[in-house]
């Protein structure tokens, strides 16, 4: 990670919660406009042995339960990357090379990480796979591209938040699934985790700069947030007061309807919200203004 706390007196300093595995591409994005980036991470993202082994209960031989579904939805790239870390274990693909057609769902530039490799690791034969991206990258979106499910059953990889309440995106993208005639399965195949009591002190120690923006990807990261300051005998209007002018953003609608459930105003919200470019290029806008 290689994020730069380092505070510039004649740059807009922008705090940003992103957990470890997304934080150095927002970091970079928030330096190609001049600012500077404060790393303040709530939560940890990362797999464990145990979510490691839930993926594995349908990868593994002798008869591997992925043949059972019709699709694997994935609503992060966390996600993906556990799933594709899982599947290196196995000596062979999980899914017979004939059979129905296998559709793989991700969002936005997640789906980069879905390339031939990562298809190949499913199934020998790739041109029984279909890649599905929703044109608008949202876990609602998804479920509505993916169609009527007809009863056929969906295998959903989903984190396990620890130390947080579960936010509604996940309970919400399985209720459409099934709404839509799917079959969804949820998987824990990675652990969210909240950081800790001082987790928010980042944001308050920074030697007397005042932070212009901070930056949400997540709810999960405000709910960190808010439970580090409670923690420390604050609340977010503490923070508020201590930046006067502080700019509250969100990477798309669904963190800022977290956030706001939550009692945090936002300020901006991304329109384009299939890469970090699109919260940025808002800030800029308003900044500008």
């Known amino acids: 990670m290689k994020a730069s706390n380092a505070i510039n007196e004649n740059s807009r300093l922008i705090a940003f919660t992103t957990p470890e595995n997304y934080a150095s591409r927002l970091s970079h ?4 406009k001049g600012w500077t980036p404060l790393w303040c991470p709530t939560v940890a993202v990362e797999p464990t042995t145990q979510t490691k082994s839930s993926l594995l209960h349908y990868l593994s031989p002798p008869t ?3 043949h059972q579904f019709s699709a694997l939805a994935f609503t992060s790239r966390s996600g993906i990357s556990a799933f594709s870390d899982a599947l290196s274990d196995l000596n062979s693909p999980p899914l017979p090379p004939s059979g129905e057609p296998f559709t793989i769902c991700a969002l936005g530039k997640d789906a980069d990480l879905i390339d031939n490799s990562f298809v190949a690791k499913i199934c ?3 041109r029984r796979i279909k890649i599905l991206v929703p044109e608008i990258a949202t876990p609602a979106s998804l479920a509505a591209a993916l169609g009527w499910g007809r009863g056929r059953r969906v295998l ?3 984190p396990l938040v620890v130390g947080l309440e579960e936010p509604r995106v996940v309970p919400d993208f399985l209720r459409d699934l099934g709404s839509r005639g799917w079959g969804p399965v949820r998987v824990n195949a990675y652990e969210t985790r909240w950081m800790g009591a001082e987790c928010a002190g980042a944001m308050l120690r920074r030697g007397g700069a005042v932070v212009d923006a901070i930056v949400f990807t ?3 990261e405000v709910e960190g947030m808010l439970k580090s300051l409670r ?3 604050l609340d977010w209007e503490s923070v508020k007061r201590e930046n006067p002018g502080l700019v509250t953003a969100a ?3 669904v963190t800022a309807a977290g956030a706001e459930s939550l009692g945090v105003v936002v300020e901006v ?6 890469s970090f470019d699109g919260v940025v290029d808002a800030l800029a806008l308003l900044f500008n203004e």
């Open 29 to 32: 994005r928030i330096h190609l």
């Open 64 to 66: 591997p339960l992925l």
């Open 124 to 126: 020998d034969n790739t």
């Open 156 to 158: 959903c990889p989903v």
């Open 218 to 220: 997540s709810t999960g």
């Open 231 to 233: 923690e420390m005998g």
């Open 251 to 253: 990477h798309g609608p």
């Open 269 to 274: 919200v991304s329109r384009r919200f299939d």
